[in-house]
């Protein structure tokens, strides 16, 4: 239920206004508990009505609160469970490290885990003159349906306008401030937050995305149709890491990553093992790259970061 208090109430309504569909014309308000009751959001003090015009105005914005931001980049896979949140977390640290601000839109609406994987699940957000401000993490900025939540175990039972809405929101009502590089972290597949993404950052350039291995050809097929650069392909859980003697077993096949980049004629960035270390590290809210700076994963992610950067700055 999205029912938390956000910034101890401190958010005026119409920071908090989610347009919806034309034919609902509702506005969410985040202070007040909410339901979803037969496709329609229900209140618990009212449902307000607004113009069908502020849906569209959400929608086709302009740059706004992206204004300063370098680059956007897409974090896609094709299913679930390939450790794509891992690698956004991953990428965002390494490029943190490697001196840039860096932002990340986290839209895997039913699924957020990002704020987890940065031990920051227990913040809130907050509001200032320019929108919502992002909870921070150093020099890197994280916006997430998570810090919504008034129980993480709560689910998002919502229908596409609903996602579109707030999606439409993340994007145009985030003070982002100036960022190097800003990471969207998708849910898995080819639906309509990826779609919502595209539409609300039409007026600012996707400079493309970067592909995790999991049913790889139909998010080519995907970018291709929408017209998204691809920046490369990732061959994540490449091996596995033995954590008493670090050596590398490839226990699933390896280098179809790599074949797969050749055939569709996309780069190459790199490969990612299974590394015991790396899924303790996002499981408990700890920075791997700052721990363990001496393994193969960390040069592994370092490696992929830098040939990504080198992309965007060329």
Known sequence: ??????????????MLEVPVQAAHREVITADLQWWIVHGAVATNRHVAHIDPTRARECLFCDRGNLEKVGHVVLVLSGKGGVGKSTITTELALALLHAGKKVGVLDVDLCGPSIPRMLGVSNREVHQCDAGWVPVCVGRLSLMSIAFLLDDPDDAI?????????????????????????LLVDTPPGTSDEHLAVLENLKKHRVDGAAVSTGDVRREITFC???????????????????????????????GGGEELAKLTGSKFLGSVPLDPLLSASVEEGRDFLQAFPESATYSSIRDIADTLLTSLEH
Request: aromatic content about 8%; glycine content about 12%.
């Open 1 to 14: 239920m999205l029912g938390r208090s956000v910034g101890a109430g401190l958010f005026p309504t119409r």
């Open 157 to 181: 039972v919502w229908r596409g306008p609903k996602k579109t809405a707030l999606i439409g929101q993340f994007v145009s009502d985030v003070a982002w401030g100036e960022l190097d590089v």
């Open 224 to 254: 291709k149709k929408t017209g998204v650069k691809i920046l490369g392909i990732v061959e994540n859980m490449s091996g596995f890491v033995c954590p008493h003697c670090t050596e590398c077993t490839s226990i699933f096949s390896k």
